[in-house]
């Protein structure tokens, strides 16, 4: 399975499938920064975020309030999830 694939079925289920230690992947922004070291889209971090609320695994977690992918988070890392 190709790594654009894996990285987009990563972003929505918020979970590491391949062990690469991200959820999904960088885009060509991320890249771009990560090279240069520069925040071009002002956004607060050089490189890549997880996806806001830690996809469907955080969703669930969110609802469960159990721990799922056992991360110390329920529902997505601290400042990225925003109720709506």
Do not use: C
């Amino acid at each position: 399975m190709s790594n654009y694939i894996m990285n987009k079925i990563e972003e929505k289920i918020g979970m590491d499938l391949n062990g690469d230690g991200r959820i999904g992947g960088p885009g060509v922004t991320s890249r771009l920064e990560q090279a240069t070291h520069v925040d071009f889209n002002r956004d607060g971090v050089i490189g890549y975020r997880p996806p806001p609320g830690g996809g469907i695994v955080g969703k669930i977690e969110r609802a469960t309030h159990i721990d799922i992918n056992k991360d110390g988070y329920i529902g997505g890392r601290p400042g990225q999830y925003r109720p709506h």
